[in-house]
């Protein structure tokens, strides 16, 4: 049987992408802030006018998504993954689909750990390769134990049916602000490529209020989905749900 929460967790649910870097650098779920979307005068173009918190949608310079070109060879640190199969809420929060995470599933980078939190997807992709949009990405959302945000994104190619989007998906809420417990569990570590090299910037959410200081690790080989998993989500969603591509500014992307 379906388990069904209360409605305050469905509220809190909504607002879990609406993550913020508080002053003393916790972690903070931003659920007060003014309704925002995709499209028209709520869209991205104007999310930076919707509320004074959004600000740093306008007036950040390290923003995200963005394209990664002339990326500059370094010798960058193995992501450590110790991910269990944890993926239980699944959220339509009218923004994404989004799956919470159980604790208990972290990364390693450089000595120091980052808790997975919930996973969620974009189409098409919000950050682009070299020029190139994929017709869907992932990112799995870190932080940690003070707060800091690492995002690990993955990109989706067309082509064979995907399985662990299958058990992710497989009964995907299709109304906003609806949700369920999983009777599978999802794994984030199935969505992940087989080599896990990556591109490695500092950006932002790239979702109200588009706090930055997030470390983001893209992965370099993609994996594929099927037309119909990708045409489904973008049918749920009815409309794209990425943010257009930032200015890199003053930044260097490092692969």
Same mark, same amino acid.
């Given at each position: 049987?379906i388990?069904?929460?209360?409605? #305050?967790?469905?509220?809190?649910?909504?607002?879990v992408?609406?993550?913020?870097?508080?002053?003393?650098?916790?972690?903070?779920?931003?659920?007060?802030?003014?309704?925002?979307?995709?499209?028209?005068?709520?869209?991205?173009?104007?999310w930076?006018?919707?509320?004074?918190?959004?600000?740093?949608?306008?007036?950040?310079?390290?923003?995200?998504?963005?394209?990664?070109?002339? $990326?500059?060879?370094?010798?960058?640190?193995?992501?450590?993954?110790?991910?269990?199969?944890?993926?239980r809420?699944?959220?339509?929060?009218?923004?994404?689909?989004?799956?919470?995470?159980?604790?208990?599933?972290?990364? #390693?980078l450089?000595?120091?750990?980052?808790?997975?939190?919930?996973?969620h997807?974009?189409?098409?992709?919000?950050?682009?390769?070299?020029?190139? $949009?994929?017709?869907l990405?992932?990112?799995?959302?870190?932080?940690?134990?003070?707060?800091?945000?690492?995002?690990?994104?993955?990109?989706f190619?067309?082509?064979?049916r995907?399985? $662990?989007?299958?058990?992710a998906?497989?009964?995907?809420?299709?109304r906003?602000? #609806?949700?369920?417990?999983?009777?599978?569990r999802?794994?984030?570590?199935?969505?992940?490529?087989?080599?896990?090299?990556?591109?490695?910037?500092?950006?932002?959410?790239t979702?109200?209020?588009?706090?930055?200081?997030?470390?983001?690790?893209?992965?370099?080989?993609?994996?594929?989905?099927s037309?119909?998993?990708?045409?489904?989500?973008?049918?749920?969603?009815?409309?794209?749900?990425?943010?257009?591509?930032?200015?890199?500014?003053?930044?260097?992307?490092?692969?």
């Amino acid at each position: 049987m379906i388990t069904h929460h209360s409605d #305050t967790r469905r509220r809190l649910a909504a607002f879990v992408l609406t993550l913020s870097l508080g002053a003393s650098g916790g972690l903070a779920v931003a659920g007060s802030g003014a309704h925002w979307g995709y499209q028209g005068e709520e869209g991205p173009a104007h999310w930076g006018e919707l509320d004074p918190r959004y600000s740093a949608c306008a007036a950040g310079m390290h923003q995200s998504p963005i394209d990664l070109h002339d $990326a500059v060879k370094a010798d960058l640190p193995p992501i450590e993954f110790h991910y269990a199969v944890a993926g239980r809420d699944e959220i339509n929060n009218g923004h994404t689909i989004q799956i919470d995470y159980t604790p208990g599933s972290w990364v #390693t980078l450089e000595g120091h750990d980052y808790e997975l939190k919930q996973f969620h997807f974009h189409t098409p992709s919000e950050n682009h390769v070299d020029g190139h $949009a994929f017709p869907l990405e992932a990112h799995l959302v870190h932080a940690d134990k003070d707060g800091r945000l690492l995002v690990i994104a993955v990109m989706f190619e067309e082509g064979a049916r995907n399985h $662990a989007l299958a058990t992710a998906w497989q009964d995907m809420p299709e109304r906003p602000h #609806t949700h369920h417990e999983l009777l599978t569990r999802a794994s984030a570590g199935a969505l992940l490529p087989a080599t896990r090299d990556y591109y490695r910037f500092d950006g932002s959410l790239t979702t109200p209020p588009c706090s930055e200081g997030v470390a983001w690790l893209v992965m370099k080989q993609p994996v594929t989905a099927s037309k119909q998993q990708i045409d489904h989500f973008a049918q749920v969603m009815g409309h794209p749900n990425n943010r257009p591509i930032q200015a890199t500014n003053d930044r260097v992307v490092l692969k």
